[in-house]
């Protein structure tokens, strides 16, 4: 059984900088790909893609969050970070640790709250 358990978030002003990370344990292979996802308050906002790191140390990122936000990992701790900077009130949102194992399977962590007050 596979496990994430996110830290950090918080509330933060306009301009301000998070990080949040994730923790994962369990069977969770050295092949796998993490990310973030957000989900921002209000009926009918779906779950976004914020960025996402594979085990080789690739990278992707929503074009809202380039430049701003930065996703690392440390494969010895099994952990996923997420840096963000330069952070706006339109991040404000649930952010969720993601990890898609190597035989395609997909797990949450728990979610923490970003707070971006303007």
């Known amino acids: 059984q596979v496990q994430l358990v996110q830290s950090g978030g918080g509330l933060v002003q306009a301009g301000g900088s998070l990080r949040i990370s994730c923790v994962a344990s369990?069977?969770?292979?050295?092949?796998?790909?993490m990310g973030w996802y957000r989900q921002a308050p209000g009926s009918g906002k779906q779950r976004e893609l914020v960025?996402?790191?594979?085990?080789?140390?690739?990278?992707t990122y929503a074009d809202s969050v380039k430049g701003r936000f930065t996703i690392s990992r440390d494969n010895a701790k099994n952990t996923v970070y997420l840096q963000m900077n330069s952070l706006k009130p339109d991040d404000t949102a649930a952010y969720y640790c993601n990890l898609l194992s190597w035989s395609h399977n997909n797990y949450w962590g728990q979610g923490t709250q970003v707070t971006v007050s303007s």
């Open positions: 960025a996402l790191i594979s085990s080789g140390g690739f990278t």
């Open positions: 369990g069977s969770i292979g050295r092949t796998n790909t």
